[in-house]
């Protein structure tokens, strides 16, 4: 268990994830019941393989198309047009909303609010 005047970044109560500091400003306004539940947070990043997302385009694409279509499409593709579009889709999932968090430490319900939060 954590102290609530040691936790920073996000933190989760049920599905929901909210910022600390917001909590933390109205935590020893909550019940005993209210403070039940909370937890600090990690955090993984969604990332997409090119390869993988070639090969389900691929795949899905050659279905309309002659057999073994998606393979050959696939072999046509060079690595330096796997590299390009992997740097595509690091780009793309650099921004927050491919982040997922989930909980990590429980937050003690005991704890009390030492400092104030601005």
């Not at 989760?12 to 937890?39: I, L, P, Q, S």
């Not at 050959?72 to 889709?89: A, D, P």
């Not at 909980?103 to 009390?112: A, F, M, P, V, Y």
């Amino acid at each position: 268990m954590i102290n609530i005047n040691n936790v920073t970044g996000f933190i989760m109560h049920g599905d929901y994830v909210y910022d600390a500091d917001e909590v933390k400003r109205e935590w020893n306004d909550y019940t005993d019941k209210e403070k039940e539940g909370w937890y600090t947070t990690k955090s993984y990043r969604e990332k997409f393989c090119a390869r993988n997302v070639l090969e389900d385009l691929f795949e899905h694409a050659g279905e309309e198309m002659y057999e073994d279509a998606d393979e050959k499409m696939f072999e046509s593709v060079t690595n330096e047009q796997f590299k390009r579009l992997q740097e595509i889709l690091d780009d793309i999932t650099k921004d927050d909303s491919f982040l997922t968090y989930y909980e990590d430490e429980l937050i003690d319900k005991d704890s009390k609010m030492y400092k104030e939060i601005r």
